[in-house]
């Protein structure tokens, strides 16, 4: 039970925020893609914004703070779908794509340019999944379609550790202090295990279905999952309880994300509208409607209340991809 002041500065912040989103509409546009856009990352900084595709591709944009660039850097090397794009927590200018080629490419985007060559990394499989060691700029975590999950060093190229699942694995993340890793099952249950020993620490049953994503809050406080049931669940980080839920979607949870003070909570799946809820409480803020459901990415901008996100879109029938940007401080 919070005590009269907190109980009062939770209300007046959450009245505060539902009133902002009562003037949201849907984002502005962003031609990336002549595919959909799987996976959206903020730089560091947040100065930049990094999409991927099905179309082989990863696009980056420049953002002035209220808008983004007039067109991407397309940059090219993949050979098959691109499922997930991230730049690297200490670095403004690393960024780490995984592909369906069994490969996960570093582009240095110091001097960024359609012609930026590369590192290029061999994997086992094809790759679904990636994040990077919150702590150590030299980690990448990476999962792919056999739920194989491999420890990557950049600055070797090598796998150090390869972790064999004979269970779905969806998505995972690291805690903020990158000695655990959270990892969404088929069965519904996150694993919690250590890093980098990958020592199962806890099993928490999260889902009636299948756990499908998992993001840790930026204060450390929370982590939250999306599952198969269509709820959304947040857990004291602490005890790992669920202390909240959100279940006014009626679909398949396929993305959430927390904002950069860990105040609201978005999430989205194949309804019409990505949720926006408020933490600790869960209590609906408001909503973003979208035009081509469902939900493939969404990723908030990491010092300002800047939500992007990409769906469906088409245009005579023609699938094409695109970031939209929503500044709820500016609605």
Known sequence: MYSPETKAKHEKLYAGLKKKF???????????????????????????????????????????GTKLSRSPTCLRGHTDSVDQVAWCCKSADLLVSASADKT?????????????????????????????????????????KEDLVSVIDVR?????VDQQFRFEINEMCFNNAGNLIFLTTGNGTILVQSFPEMKLQSTIKAHSSGAICVKMSPDGKYFATGGADAVVCLFDYASFTCVSAVSRLDWVIRVIGFNHDST????????????????????????VPLDNPPANALCWHPRANVLAYGADEKERDREYGAIKLVNVDIA
Not at 121 to 131: H, S, V, Y
Not at 271 to 283: G, K, L, N, Q, R
């Open 104 to 144: 996960i490419r570093l582009w240095d985007c110091r001097s960024l340019s359609a012609k930026t060559n590369p590192l290029t990394i061999t994997t086992k499989g094809e790759n679904i999944n990636l994040c990077w060691n919150p702590t150590n700029a030299n980690q990448v975590l990476v999962g792919n």
């Open 156 to 160: 070797t190229l090598k796998s150090v």
């Open 264 to 287: 609201m909570l978005a999430s989205g799946s194949e309804d019409t509208f990505i949720d926006v809820s408020y933490v600790p409480t869960c209590a609906g803020i408001g909503q």
């Open 22 to 64: 009562a003037s949201v509409k849907k984002g502005d546009e962003y031609r990336s893609h002549s595919g959909k856009v799987h996976s959206i990352s903020w730089s560091a900084t947040g100065n930049r914004i990094a999409s991927c595709s099905s179309d082989k591709t990863v696009s980056v944009f420049d953002f002035d």
